[in-house]
């Protein structure tokens, strides 16, 4: 005779879990009331779709900034999942908020993988829902960052999410990281400032410039000349403090920190976007 499960023991095992309401019966019965044991063969489950899944493509998902209580930290995770279906389900969205806000206390992915999240470590949890939701769920980015005072702004949908460090916490700090953590959203700038654009982005630029004024029949002995002022415009566009800021007419983000208050700079920043 089969055990008999309650109600209770069901809704009880599903908040924990997360799973249907059959498949914790099932494990329920299975386990003859055991709940631990219920929890181990859902886990198992989860562990056999996760193989049957693993190369799968993850290229949808939800991704989340969170910060600290006191804006000192700031952190950007992705969970990863297969299909837009899925990432757009409420208890997806929240299990992914749940992680980033456990996310702030570790300093890397690995750390952040590996510790204890409901009783499971974080990678076994992901394991467990993936037989839960039935599809291959993984951590596409881990991105951490410390400063005075940290922002961040998260596009609708879940798609993008943005951070950003100030090196001052003041009054109305909020509202400019938040500002800032749009416009990193926005344009996707690729450093930020010149010094620190990448020496090889820096000499690509220039040849692709150098051939686009050969092709217009510019002699060899200008080329120099202008594809540095094109490398101006490349800096312009794709530097975070030298961008067009998106809120403002005619400025840029430099303009804007100057005009907000005297020294305020912007330590570092981190974007991402599925």
């Given at each position: 005779m089969s055990y008999k499960?309650s109600?209770?023991?069901v809704?009880e095992?599903?908040k924990?879990?997360?799973a249907?309401?059959?498949?914790?019966k099932?494990?329920?019965?299975?386990?003859e009331?055991?709940?631990?044991?219920?929890?181990e063969?859902?886990r198992?489950?989860?562990?056999?779709?996760a193989a049957k899944?693993a190369d799968?493509?993850?290229?949808?998902?939800a991704?989340?900034?969170s910060?600290?209580?006191d804006n000192?930290k700031?952190?950007?995770?992705?969970l990863?999942?297969e299909t837009?279906?899925?990432?757009k389900?409420d208890?997806?969205v929240k299990?992914a908020?749940?992680l980033?806000e456990h996310?702030?206390?570790?300093?890397?992915?690995?750390?952040?993988?590996?510790?204890?999240?409901?009783?499971?470590s974080?990678?076994?949890k992901?394991?467990?829902?993936?037989?839960?939701?039935g599809?291959?769920?993984?951590?596409?980015?881990f991105?951490?960052?410390e400063a005075?005072?940290?922002g961040?702004?998260i596009h609708?949908?879940n798609?993008i999410?943005?951070i950003v460090?100030?090196n001052?916490?003041?009054d109305?700090?909020e509202?400019?990281?938040?500002n800032?953590?749009?416009?990193v959203?926005?344009?996707?700038p690729?450093?930020?400032?010149?010094?620190?654009?990448?020496q090889e982005v820096?000499?690509?630029?220039?040849?692709i410039?150098k051939?686009?004024l050969?092709?217009?029949?510019?002699p060899?002995?200008?080329?120099?000349k202008?594809s540095?002022g094109?490398l101006g415009k490349?800096?312009?566009d794709n530097t975070l403090?030298?961008?067009?800021?998106i809120m403002?007419?005619?400025q840029?983000?430099?303009?804007?920190l100057?005009?907000?208050?005297?020294g305020?700079?912007?330590?570092?920043y981190?974007?991402f976007?599925l």
């Amino acid at each position: 005779m089969s055990y008999k499960v309650s109600a209770k023991e069901v809704s009880e095992l599903r908040k924990v879990t997360g799973a249907g309401m059959m498949d914790c019966k099932k494990a329920l019965v299975e386990a003859e009331g055991d709940f631990d044991k219920a929890i181990e063969i859902l886990r198992k489950k989860g562990q056999k779709v996760a193989a049957k899944r693993a190369d799968r493509d993850t290229s949808e998902g939800a991704v989340i900034a969170s910060t600290t209580a006191d804006n000192k930290k700031g952190v950007i995770i992705a969970l990863a999942c297969e299909t837009d279906f899925v990432a757009k389900n409420d208890d997806f969205v929240k299990l992914a908020k749940d992680l980033s806000e456990h996310a702030l206390k570790f300093e890397s992915k690995e750390e952040f993988l590996s510790s204890d999240f409901g009783g499971m470590s974080v990678k076994d949890k992901l394991i467990e829902q993936t037989g839960v939701i039935g599809e291959k769920l993984d951590i596409a980015t881990f991105d951490k960052i410390e400063a005075a005072f940290v922002g961040s702004y998260i596009h609708n949908g879940n798609k993008i999410a943005a951070i950003v460090g100030l090196n001052e916490a003041f009054d109305g700090a909020e509202e400019v990281a938040k500002n800032i953590s749009m416009q990193v959203a926005a344009m996707n700038p690729i450093a930020l400032n010149e010094e620190l654009v990448d020496q090889e982005v820096i000499d690509k630029e220039i040849e692709i410039a150098k051939d686009t004024l050969r092709q217009e029949g510019k002699p060899e002995a200008m080329l120099d000349k202008i594809s540095k002022g094109k490398l101006g415009k490349f800096f312009k566009d794709n530097t975070l403090i030298n961008q067009e800021y998106i809120m403002g007419e005619k400025q840029s983000v430099k303009d804007y920190l100057e005009e907000t208050k005297d020294g305020l700079e912007i330590v570092d920043y981190k974007r991402f976007s599925l």
